[in-house]
């Protein structure tokens, strides 16, 4: 069975730093292209960056330059390196997996950015 758990998120400070981690299992990691997303309270979920199978990144402009997506294929794990964080970044984070007409989502990890 399919499972992307999400870790990392909590509070921090603007201009602060967290790193987020998507451990996955239950299928093959390193033919998916991985994604971050977020979902701020009253907002529709957007899409944060995402990294494909090769290892190609990309980002959404208001995260370019203060985010980073990584992932190591020989862990099953795909990370978001968030710096200068602002209180506009303050959202519920989602890992998402998809290869082909499959996608797989976590359950989500809370980060706050608040003096």
């Known amino acids: 069975q399919a499972q992307l758990v999400e870790s990392g998120g909590g509070l921090v400070q603007p201009g602060g730093s967290l790193r987020l981690s998507c451990a996955a299992s239950g299928f093959t990691f390193s033919r998916y292209d991985m994604y971050w997303y977020r979902q701020a309270p009253g907002k529709e979920r957007e899409l944060v960056a995402g990294?494909?199978?090769?290892?190609?990144?990309n980002y959404t402009d208001s995260v370019k330059g203060r985010f980073t997506i990584s992932r190591t294929n020989a862990q099953n794990t795909v990370f978001l390196q968030m710096n200068r964080l602002k209180s506009e970044d303050t959202a519920v984070y989602y890992c998402s997996a998809a290869y082909r007409w499959t996608v797989y989502w976590g359950q989500g990890t809370q980060v706050t950015v608040s003096s």
């Open positions: 990294i494909t199978a090769a290892g190609g990144a």
